[in-house]
């Protein structure tokens, strides 16, 4: 609709006022009249108005007067002051009034139709504003629902670390409102074990790409403040911001945004998943395992016997003895080890001898693998730098490879496993077989979960899946080459962390 601005000429001399309703009339002004302070303030009591062209002078009331009252109650009306006496002094008493604009008696039309267009013009710049600012307020409260409705925790730091802004979701996430954990640092909510690794990241100061994204985090939760087990599990994303677009020069750092999300479903339900698998993979290892206990079993069985049938004969009592005790230690070693790889794996990393672990995985599956005449090789590195890792979960992977090389070999062959520290600075451990290979229509599909060449309710296809995923956990990954008929070569690459240190394999309890 067209916006016609609406004037109220209030002027007590007849022809001063009819000349200006024709000649603003003829402008397309929507224009009424008063004859004096008293309509004036009658037709302002009906009616609002965009300007009012008001004489100072009239025998009724004095313009201030009219002033004063539009002032108080038409705040947004713009007044423009029409005096015969103009000295400088009262058009700035008028203007300091609250008058936009003032006009000196005699004025030519010209003069009257600029001011006029003007106060126009500002009228409709106000108005504009009015709608910017009413559809700004719509979006800041559509934001604010929606951050505040977010079941991801949001949060600003400021350049010191502490925090300016957090969601309400911390109240069903961490146990605390929102406004008990303004202006705490952050260190506050991160779980200890996690301080390192949340350094320059949940106070990231970085942008685009090279900011945080996908890492995970413990934080600490109202009434459980240091046990990880309560801990809720994060995956954060997150940036620094600046009083300046990036790729200026001379930018301010203001803070850091972030999301955090909860993955503690996500993160349960693929240990679900790994655990499945490792047991599939204990399954398939049964019988292997049976006779790895049996054989030192019937070691010992023997030795007694003949212990009961010589009980004086010394130095073979001395012999049995031995044989009786490396035996035993033998049996509940495998047995040790197989609890070990069987219990859930923790989330904690250490510093892991892949070498050692290796050979713990090998003492579970030897003997089947002896059992179809595999010939196994290892190329070991001597003095191997040690990872970061969890050993539990790397066994798993070493595992699946040998079970899946195994399976490769129905008829027998050869399985060279070794590790080294290649040009790039990263540990490898490789796994070559002399199986049957994989056809290469298949090679992109065999990290994919469930996707499995044996047959129905021999393979799950999940060892690979499982693996891939654990080894990315690890910062690392796993390559493979394969040629049909000839074998496979699985090389699972790790990185090695600048503070690695060569401590002993850390048995996690
Ligand atoms: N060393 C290998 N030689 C030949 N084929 C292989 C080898 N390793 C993996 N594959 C192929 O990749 C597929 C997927 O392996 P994956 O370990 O994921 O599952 P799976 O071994 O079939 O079952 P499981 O869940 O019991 O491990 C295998 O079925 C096989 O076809
Ligand atoms: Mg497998």
Redesign the pocket.
């Known amino acids: 609709m067209l916006y016609v601005p609406k004037i109220l000429i209030v002027d007590d001399e007849a022809r001063m006022r009819n000349r200006l309703k024709v000649l603003l009339g003829f402008e397309g002004y929507n224009i009424h009249t008063g004859r004096n302070g008293r309509e004036a303030i009658e037709c302002l009591n009906k009616d609002s108005y965009d300007i009012v062209l008001l004489d100072m002078i009239m025998p009724d009331m004095d313009g201030c007067h009219v002033m004063d009252y539009i002032k108080g109650k038409h705040l947004d009306t713009m007044l423009i002051i029409m005096t015969g006496h103009a000295s400088v002094d009262s058009a700035v008493k008028c203007l300091k009034r609250g008058a936009y604009d003032y006009l000196r008696k005699p004025f030519d039309f010209e003069q009257l139709l600029a001011r006029v267009k003007n106060t126009v013009d500002q009228i409709k710049l106000k108005k504009e504003n009015e709608i910017v600012r009413g559809k700004l307020e719509v979006t800041e409260q559509r934001y604010q629902y929606l951050v505040n409705a977010s079941p991801d925790i949001i949060y600003t730091l400021n350049p010191e670390g502490e925090i300016t802004f957090i969601n309400g979701a911390v109240e069903s996430l961490l146990g605390c409102s929102a406004e008990q954990l303004v202006s705490k640092h952050y260190t506050d909510i991160i779980l200890g074990d996690d301080l390192n690794k949340a350094k320059y990241r949940f106070n990231e100061r970085r942008t685009g790409s090279r900011a945080t994204s996908g890492v995970e985090l413990r934080l600490k939760t109202s009434n459980n403040d240091y046990d990880p087990e309560k801990s809720l599990i994060i995956e954060l994303k997150s940036m620094g911001i600046y009083d300046k677009p990036v790729d200026e020069p001379d930018k301010t750092f203001m803070g850091t945004y972030g999301v955090a999300r909860d993955i503690g479903d996500r993160k349960r339900l693929e240990a679900q998943v790994v655990q499945s ?1 490792k047991m ?2 204990l399954g ?1 290892m049964t019988c292997g395992i049976t006779h790895e206990i049996r054989n030192p079993m019937a070691v010992c069985s023997s030795a007694a016997q003949l212990l009961l049938k010589k009980p004086d004969d010394r130095v073979l009592r001395e012999e049995c003895a031995d044989k009786i005790y490396s035996n035993i230690h033998r049996a509940s070693q495998i047995i040790e080890n197989l609890l070990k790889f069987s219990r859930t794996s923790g989330e904690d990393f250490g510093s892991v001898n892949l070498n050692e672990a290796l050979e713990l995985t090998l003492s579970l599956i030897t003997h089947q693998i002896k059992l179809h005449q595999i010939e196994l090789n290892r190329e070991f590195a001597k003095d191997l730098p040690y990872v970061m890792g969890n050993a539990n979960l790397l066994q798993q992977v070493f595992l ?2 040998i ?3 195994y ?3 129905p008829e027998g062959g050869k399985l060279t496993l070794s590790t080294l520290v290649n040009p790039d600075g990263e540990v490898e451990i490789r ?1 070559a ?1 002399t ?4 056809p290469e229509e ?1 090679l992109e ?10 047959p129905v309710g ?10 891939y995923g654990i080894i990315e956990r690890h910062g690392g990954s796993i390559e ?1 080459e ?1 040629t049909v008929d000839v ?2 070569n ?1 090389t699972v690459k790790l990185p090695l962390t600048r503070d690695w240190k060569n401590e002993p394999l850390n048995p996690k309890p």
């Open positions: 698998a599939a993979s398939v699946n490879l079970l899946n090389a399976n490769a070999m796994f077989d199986g049957c290979g994989i298949n599909y065999i990290f994919d979960p469930f996707f499995t060449s044996m021999q393979g799950t296809g999940l060892g690979l899946s499982v693996s493979v394969s074998g496979s699985f």
